[in-house]
């Protein structure tokens, strides 16, 4: 009887990972910036090994986060790329490839694995985020990604306070700190709205999961913070 417990158990584990492999997520990490002095930077300060398990960290914990815990709902990835670039900027996404400027390392000056670590949480969420079919606010897109960093607890220091900011679609910090508002009305809310902008995008999800429009929402939020 312990004998086929154990061959039964043995058959279990076999068949998890074999379904686990099945949704598992390739990442590939490329400094195509070796020589540049950001590149080095990247090399010595940070590495590949350690941006290849952030990479796969962030993943864990954006499903975690937008509640995706079996592959059915969620996007269809079997392979993300990172490069370590020589160009302008900071980073960007785009089809299941994130770049990172090795100038933007070479010229940070404080901590830069910290800072990269949030970048990469930031980045790793527009590889698995709805965008309503493109119909979306891009500030909405962008307030998303900051609102994973935030809740990763990767927030820089030069992000806007709570309560600032002109508009709630205004992007990145300003609107990651009012969605961890309207998270803190209803928890999952930003789940439950990634879920709604699989397939479109409509002003009146606000309504539908917190009661309200986004603009009323707007103005509690600038009004609890005395804005």
Not at 20 to 31: C, K, L, M, P, R
Not at 55 to 73: G, P, V, Y
Request: with cysteine.
């Amino acid at each position: 009887m312990a004998h086929h417990m154990m061959f039964f158990l043995s058959f279990l584990v076999t068949l998890a990972a074999a379904i686990e492999g099945i949704h598992a997520v390739d990442y590939v990490v490329t400094n195509t910036a070796g020589t540049t002095p950001g590149g080095v930077r990247f090399n010595n300060v940070i590495g590949s090994t350690y941006s290849r398990q952030t990479l796969i960290s962030a993943t864990n914990f954006i499903w975690k986060t937008f509640q995706q815990n079996n592959a059915a709902n969620r996007k269809n990835v079997q392979k993300v790329s990172l490069f370590i670039d020589d160009m302008d900027g900071v980073a960007f996404a785009s089809n299941n490839e994130i770049h990172v400027s090795a100038r933007y390392i070479n010229s940070y000056s404080g901590n830069v694995k910290r800072e990269i670590t949030g970048v990469l949480y930031h980045e790793m969420t527009h590889v698995w985020q709805w965008n309503g079919n493109g119909l979306a606010p891009g500030g909405l897109i962008e307030g998303i990604a900051d609102f994973v960093r935030l809740k990763a607890g990767y927030v820089p220091s030069h992000w806007v306070q709570p309560g600032k900011g002109d508009r709630w679609d205004q992007g990145y910090d300003v609107t990651a700190r009012f969605l961890d508002y309207c998270n803190s009305l209803k928890n999952g809310f930003v789940a439950e709205l990634n879920k709604k902008m699989r397939t479109g995008y409509n002003a009146n999800f606000f309504v539908q999961l917190l009661g309200k429009s986004v603009d009323q929402l707007w103005k509690d939020y600038k009004a609890k913070y005395g804005n």
